[in-house]
C-alpha cells in the first residue's frame, strides 16, 4: 500500500534553513505529481508546493515562493523541500502527498527564537 514517510523537521531559528525528506513507497513514484502541505496549530491544511512527475515543473504558494523549493530524487522513490529563510509563520506540521487526501504522518518544524 502507498507509505510516505515524512522525516528533516525540528526546531529553527528564523532565518534559518531546513530541508524535509519524504520516503515513498508502494506506488510508481516518478508518474505522479507529489505535493508539500503544511497545518499550523488551530488553522486548516495549507498547500505549499507541488512537482511533476519528472521533475521538471514546480509550483509554490505566494507565502513560500522565493524561500522554499521543491525537488524529488525518483531513483531513490524520495520528495525533498528545502525551507531557507524561515520565518516564525513557517511553524506548522509538513506533510508530504499525491492529494490531501493521501498524505504522510507529518514532521513538525518549529520557527521560533
Known amino acids: 500500500q502507498v507509505q510516505l514517510v515524512e522525516s528533516g523537521g525540528g526546531l529553527v531559528q528564523p532565518g534559518g534553513s531546513l530541508r524535509l525528506s519524504c520516503a515513498a513507497s508502494g506506488f510508481r513514484f516518478s508518474a505522479y505529481f507529489m505535493n508539500w502541505f503544511r497545518q499550523a496549530r488551530g488553522k486548516g491544511l495549507e498547500w505549499v508546493s507541488c512537482i511533476t512527475g519528472g521533475g521538471s515543473n514546480t509550483m509554490y504558494a505566494d507565502s513560500v515562493k522565493g524561500r522554499f523549493t521543491i525537488s524529488r530524487d525518483n531513483a531513490k522513490n524520495t520528495l525533498y523541500l528545502q525551507m531557507n529563510t524561515l520565518r516564525p509563520e513557517d511553524t506548522a506540521v509538513y506533510y508530504c502527498?499525491?492529494?490531501?487526501?493521501?498524505r504522510g504522518q507529518g514532521t513538525q518544524v518549529t520557527v521560533s527564537s
Open positions: 502527498g499525491k492529494s490531501a487526501d493521501s
